[in-house]
């Protein structure tokens, strides 16, 4: 590729020792040459409330700021009772408000997880795509990445294990790349 590309990621949970954070670490890590991934802090991001929509704390400021300025977003979700976590939501919630000025509407996106069962967020990416069909996101359809049995792939350290999933990431972040050209002059 000719160009470095910039994507803002977040995983959907505030857990210390949350598998889908340690995704998003070995994401960061295997990035191509011209692939940059910025993780996007959600600690300090409070649930979604209309009542803030025009005047919203600073880390909401933050997060859209920086969803704005990158060239897709990459969600990295957990599944809690068959779908998506309510951290993993309103992030989206934030991000597509107010209405006239969502942050989300026409964005590259990409999604991936992690879950301990083995199913590894089948269900919950599924509920993920149905939200592109009301924000008008663009979600890359191919590869997609499910991590099953999540509690054996990441050593103490949160250390990936898996050498196949190390060079899938890779390849990830490469379609990606070329997914976020096709929406770029
Ligand atoms: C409230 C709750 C609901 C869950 N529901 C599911 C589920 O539907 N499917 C699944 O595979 N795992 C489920 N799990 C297990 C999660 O996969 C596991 O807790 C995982 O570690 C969550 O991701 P994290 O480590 O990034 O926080 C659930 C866990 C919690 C706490």
Redesign the pocket.
Same mark, same amino acid.
């Given at each position: 590729m000719d160009r470095t590309f910039t994507f803002a990621a977040y995983? %959907? &949970?505030l $857990?210390k $020792? &949350?598998? !889908?954070?340690m995704l998003l670490n070995a994401l960061v890590k295997a990035a191509p040459q011209h692939v940059r991934v910025d993780v996007l802090e959600i600690a300090q991001v409070p649930l979604f409330n209309a009542d803030l929509e025009d005047d919203p704390p600073p880390a909401v400021t933050r997060l859209r700021d920086a969803i704005r300025a990158a060239d897709g977003l990459i969600i990295v979700t957990?599944?809690? !009772?068959? /779908?998506i976590?309510a951290a993993t939501k309103t992030v989206i919630e934030w991000a597509s408000r107010p209405s006239d000025d969502s942050v989300l509407e026409r964005k590259p996106a990409a999604m991936l997880g992690?879950? /301990? %069962?083995?199913?590894?967020?089948l $269900?919950?990416q599924a509920a993920l795509r149905q939200i592109a069909t009301i924000e008008e996101v663009y979600f890359m359809v191919n590869p997609e990445i499910r991590v099953a049995r999540?509690?054996t792939k990441f050593d103490e350290r949160g250390e990936l294990l898996d050498e196949e999933l190390r060079t899938e990431l890779t390849e990830f972040l490469e379609a990606f790349a070329s997914w976020v050209r096709r929406f770029q002059p």
């Open positions: 995983a %959907g &949970s $857990r $020792r &949350s598998y !889908n954070r957990p599944e809690h !009772n068959g /779908t976590p992690a879950s /301990t %069962g083995y199913y590894g967020t $269900r919950a999540a509690q």
